[in-house]
């Protein structure tokens, strides 16, 4: 239902990979591995982030899990933050755009 780069941006944070690694992720997925479209895979590597660490904000309110949801939270705010700020980011924003 959703954007499959979201999907792919998900498990590449997760498993922590390279730029490398996610060319051969996106190869594997459907063997279209065009700049434009690894910049995409780039950009969702950081919405995954926004929305785990605004999941564990909810959390912090609502659930009864015995979680630190505060940490969770900060970790994934943290991760995003820092990978916003490089360069690649930079780059990825304008490979999609079309620039």
């Not at 785990?52 to 009864?64: D, F, H, N, P, Y």
């Not at 979680?67 to 924003?93: I, K, Q, T």
């Amino acid at each position: 239902m959703g954007d499959p780069f979201f999907d792919l941006g998900n498990f590449s944070i997760n498993h922590e990979l390279t730029p490398d690694e996610d060319a051969i992720l996106l190869a594997a997925y459907d063997d279209d591995v065009r700049p434009a479209r690894l910049a995409r895979l780039t950009l969702m590597r950081t919405v995954s982030d926004f929305r785990e660490a605004m999941w564990g904000v909810l959390q912090q309110g609502i659930s009864s899990l015995d979680v630190d949801f505060v940490v969770y939270a900060g970790e994934h705010f943290e991760r995003l933050l820092a990978g916003a700020a490089g360069p690649s980011f930079e780059r990825a924003l304008g490979l999609a755009a079309g620039n």
